[in-house]
């Protein structure tokens, strides 16, 4: 079987299961794709539309279709040629309706001596053997010393314990001397007899915002409802991996998407766990690298999901040119001197760690004191330490260069924490270690909320550069770079993941594609601020330039989603509004300056003419990057709907769904020979991802190796191109400066000697001597050349 040549994400969910997934594979097959890959199966929480939050790993989720549906899929993709790639969720479980989660539910009624206590990552001893919920609000807070939590109510013969809908397991004998207790009206026991019970489980409700320090099991980041499950126990991989291995085993699935595996106490481990009981089946990690990071080399994988393919791909479509204006843009707008990235992300990890993580950073200093290190300064120490960590996490020992660089940097900033680092870096750079693996574990979680979910919300020179797997700050990349950065990807990992959009993308590729050229347009960008500061005013500046970003790079789009990505983006930034404590003006505020841009007209004709000068730039850009993605070494990956235009922003914006029947009809034309124009239906990029995606399924001989095609005249570093090994791809780059110098003149590009024909037009081509770019593309901004069969 090998690897895939190519894969396409469904996202499957209770409205559009595994059946209605089974009618789309059909059109699937007609796209070139070859391998199919599934969001997670297992059963999740009630109403989860995204599969994350597995509250029973035994078994296919009933609202996917269940077992049933996925034998259909299964047969019906195998049958037509397809393999089945499936993402599965080993780090953490869902739990927010604990009744849901059997083992979590007897974990709550058992404590300690539930069979299932191995299953999560629990810290009994912080907190008096119980396990901390917080979930009291603000207006159920005891009044005084031995004063009830309001709205407790105990239910002895149902066995459960409630707050409002939360329902809770009841521990063996704990009501029984309540059973007589005057009664509400519900039949529930309340008030100092409630509390009296409440105080004998094995659990302990407290206010949800003491949450972030006295929490005691790992969570997914700082998501109280998904509770972190300790997989690097075998008995607890076999409970939880039992069935995903007998779909391996029956053959219904044939590789599998890793996710999250930083989170994992021993990635390694975990990995050559897996690849030994699946057999060895394709596997790729969900695993962020930072740039220049390099993928450890013994990890049983063929490789990443592929964001550090994306960063590279974004860099390569912006003007390097315009990066000074943009600086000067970004600061004229800054309410604080965090305009440097490094500043600014120390100072959001330091945030996270005093704050959602904090409890994180207790449990690892719990660790250190256990092992006998201790100091007056350890807490701040570890969360200095942690702030400076250069990558999501490090892998000891190989890794122990990332921890001494944190820990440097950390000491060059707090001298008053020297000593106290000084004591505690030997143990936290022992591979083994408890408190080593803990920071391991939680370094991942920081640079996730810190970065992703909060720095990226903040810096705002150029968004379509704040992505997963990206640094900011790096804003652009050389073509001698980009091309050498490729020649190592087929070297070390030819079979890992390349992506431009995922469920998990801030914003979707064409919107990344049209922003970058704002690159080339810094003077329209800065005069348009200007206007719509005016007329449609956002007091926080940095955020404006964001917002007003996303809603040129996603138009047209409606009112309610630009509302909703303004909101989001808000909180997620923090400083004006945030998820715990909404800031109800400045939101308002938000709305009414999206609102301006639908019922005003000046604002509305503002964005309109930087949609305008933008949009022929964003699709030429669009269309080179998704033929370059797709024909770069690595396995590329079509996220559902992306073989046509798609304007969406951050989750859940990005999971909408798809409408597939204007999909197979385009395609349709496109396979019986019609070449659509570059327009608004789209059907050009999927015309280009058809191309790609049916040579490199059926030729796949010439994807073999990397070189780039040199290309020489005025124009030359406006052209990409590279020959995969009998496949030449060509792009354009940065449009605006080609169409500005006048086009491709005499520029030329040095196919090698022989026959060529380009899969996009059907245009035959003779190399061996220079070919004019210009003609090459001369109907699309993309070409993608082949060898006759």
Do not use: C
């Not at 196919?751 to 190399?767: C, F, H, M, N, V």
């Amino acid at each position: 079987m090998g690897h895939p040549a190519s894969t396409y994400r469904l996202q499957i969910t209770p409205t559009f299961d595994l059946d209605a997934a089974r009618e789309v594979l059909p059109y699937l097959r007609a796209l070139g794709v070859d391998w199919v890959y599934l969001s997670p199966l297992l059963q999740s929480g009630e109403g989860s539309d995204h599969g994350y939050d597995v509250v029973d790993p035994t078994r296919v989720d009933a609202a996917r279709g269940g077992p049933e549906a996925l034998e259909r899929f299964s047969s019906d993709a195998h049958e037509l040629g397809l393999h089945v790639l499936v993402d599965i969720v080993p780090n953490h479980q869902g739990v927010q309706v604990p009744r849901e989660n059997a083992w979590w539910w007897d974990v709550l009624r058992l404590g300690q001596d539930s069979p299932f206590e191995p299953v999560f990552d629990i810290d009994w001893e912080a907190a008096d053997d119980r396990i901390v919920l917080p979930v009291v609000g603000d207006d159920d807070m005891p009044t005084g010393p031995g004063a009830p939590i309001g709205h407790v109510r105990v239910f002895p013969e149902e066995g459960e314990l409630r707050y409002y809908d939360l329902a809770l397991p009841l521990a063996p004998g704990s009501a029984d001397d309540v059973i007589d207790a005057e009664r509400d009206e519900d039949g529930a026991v309340t008030g100092h007899d409630a509390m009296r019970v409440h105080d004998r489980q094995h659990y302990r409700l407290i206010h949800w915002r003491q949450g972030d320090f006295r929490i005691n099991y790992r969570r997914f980041f700082t998501v109280t409802g998904l509770a972190g499950v300790r997989v690097e126990d075998e008995h607890v991989f076999d409970l939880t991996h039992a069935e995903i291995l007998r779909w391996v085993r029956e053959g219904l699935v044939d590789g599998l998407r890793i996710d999250h595996p930083d989170g994992l106490r021993d990635p390694r481990g975990y990995l050559d766990r897996l690849a030994e009981k699946s057999g060895g089946v394709y596997t790729v990690v969900e695993k962020i690298l930072e740039p220049e990071e390099l993928l450890p080399s013994d990890w049983a994988t063929a490789g990443t999901t592929g964001y550090d393919a994306l960063a590279e791909i974004d860099r390569l479509f912006t003007d390097p040119d315009g990066r000074p204006h943009l600086d000067e843009i970004a600061a004229k707008r800054s309410n604080d001197d965090l305009d440097d990235w490094r500043s600014l992300i120390h100072y959001t990890k330091r945030q996270v760690t005093d704050g959602p993580l904090h409890s994180e950073v207790f449990r690892i200093t719990r660790e250190l004191v256990a092992a006998g290190v201790d100091h007056p300064n350890i807490v701040d120490a570890v969360s200095e330490v942690l702030s400076y960590f250069p990558v999501y996490r490090s892998y000891l020992p190989e890794g122990e260069s990332h921890l001494e660089l944190a820990a440097r940097q950390a000491r060059t900033n707090r001298p008053d924490l020297a000593e106290a680092i000084d004591h505690v870096f030997p143990a936290l750079a022992t591979p083994g270690h408890p408190a080593a693996e803990r920071l391991q574990m939680t370094s991942g979680m920081v640079m996730a909320k810190a970065v992703e979910d909060r720095a990226f919300y903040r810096y705002t020179r150029l968004t379509s550069l704040n992505e997963v797997g990206g640094d900011p700050s790096r804003f652009s990349l050389r073509l001698s770079r980009f091309h050498e950065l490729q020649q190592r990807r087929q070297a070390e990992r030819p079979a890992g993941m390349t992506t431009l959009s995922t469920h998990d993308t801030k914003r979707g590729e064409d919107v990344r594609a049209r922003i970058h050229a704002l690159s080339e347009e810094t003077e329209l960008w800065a005069e348009s601020l200007r206007e719509l500061d005016e007329v449609a005013p956002i007091s926080h500046g940095p955020l404006a330039n964001l917002v007003w970003q996303a809603v040129v790079g996603a138009w047209p789009a409606s009112r309610e989603r630009l509302a909703e990505f303004a909101v989001k983006a808000a909180r997620e930034a923090g400083d004006r509004t945030s998820w715990t404590m909404p800031n109800a003006g400045f939101e308002k505020e938000l709305r009414r300056a999206v609102d301006a841009v639908f019922d005003e007209p000046v604002a509305a004709s503002v964005v309109s003419n930087v949609v305008d000068a933008l949009r022929d730039a964003g699709r030429s850009n669009a269309l080179a990057a998704k033929l370059v993605q797709l024909t770069l070494p690595g396995v590329p990956d079509v996220y559902q709907g992306t073989e046509l235009w798609t304007s969406s922003l951050v989750d859940p914006d990005n999971r909408r769904p798809v409408d597939f029947s204007s999909r197979i009809a385009a395609l349709e034309a496109i396979l019986q020979g019609a070449r659509p124009p570059v327009d608004d239906t789209g059907a050009a990029k999927l015309l280009v991802t058809a191309a790609a995606l049916l040579l490199r399924r059926g030729r796949p001989e010439l994807f073999t190796s990397y070189e780039p095609v040199q290309a020489s005249g005025s124009a030359r570093s406006n052209v990409i191109a590279f020959d995969r090994g009998g496949a030449i791809t060509v792009a354009t780059r940065l449009p605006i400066g080609l169409e500005r110098g006048g086009g491709w003149g005499d520029t030329m590009l040095h196919l090698p000697s022989g026959e060529w024909i380009d899969q996009i037009t059907a245009r035959q081509y003779r190399g061996g001597w220079p070919v004019a770019v210009g003609a090459l593309l001369a109907e699309y901004p993309v070409a993608l050349l082949a060898r006759p069969s």
